[in-house]
């Protein structure tokens, strides 16, 4: 499956008005750790690996674009398969084979998240902890698709679906994006230069 999401801000009334008539799924709460290397050669290509509650999904960007309207990715949850795609050694665990390899963490944060259901869109409200008593809130549209000749399509309908709940449409970061502009200028510099996300 391929994940179509776009993220939003909320504002004010914006998280009544986008779930008032929607089903309530479930709130989870979950810790996701991010790794790279001292190259930043996951990231800087658009490649996100994490561990959520200590299982690892790979994000791989299906839109190259910095200036994209959202985020069109394949998610890869099978740890030999994500051995696989980023040429990892096999000694063991995932984070063995991390270790050995010269990866190691750079961003943990823990997520607080309501899920919604609303005219066939996900919905998911996000609040973000990270260890240093940072703190950010967001939520995300999404749908999932078969295909990636449906992705287009899929993120109009989204966009179409924010205004019509007024939301505002425009760039905005992601959780680790955030983090890294406040805490890692380094690191989101070099996403800068190589294209993956805008200043």
């Not at 008005?17 to 750790?33: H, K, M, P, S």
């Not at 839109?63 to 394949?74: F, I, P, Q, S, W």
């Not at 990636?148 to 007024?166: G, T």
């Not at 890692?184 to 230069?193: C, I």
Request: glycine share 6%; aromatic share 10%.
């Amino acid at each position: 499956m391929i994940e179509v999401e776009k993220k939003f801000n909320l504002k004010g009334d914006d998280e009544k008005r986008l779930i008032n008539g929607a089903e309530f799924i479930c709130e989870t709460v979950f810790t996701d750790v991010y790794y790279d290397n001292a190259g930043y050669s996951l990231t800087t290509n658009d490649k996100w690996l994490r561990s959520r509650n200590n299982n690892f999904e790979l994000k791989l960007s299906l839109d190259k674009n910095a200036e994209r309207v959202g985020d069109l990715y394949e998610e890869i949850e099978n740890d030999a398969e994500i051995k696989k795609i980023l040429n990892l050694s096999d000694v063991g665990s995932m984070e063995a084979s991390l270790e050995e390899d010269g990866y190691s963490k750079f961003c943990t944060c823990k997520t607080t998240r309501k899920k919604y259901k609303k005219n066939g869109f996900g919905i998911d409200v996000d609040f973000v902890e990270y260890n240093d008593d940072f703190i950010y809130e967001l939520a995300e549209i999404e749908i999932m698709v078969e295909d990636k000749s449906e992705m287009a399509k899929a993120l109009e309908k989204i966009i179409d679906f924010a205004k019509e709940n007024n939301l505002e449409i425009g760039y905005v970061r992601g959780k680790v994006l955030v983090y890294l502009k406040n805490r890692s200028p380094d690191h989101f510099q070099a996403l800068v230069k190589s294209g993956v996300i805008k200043e």
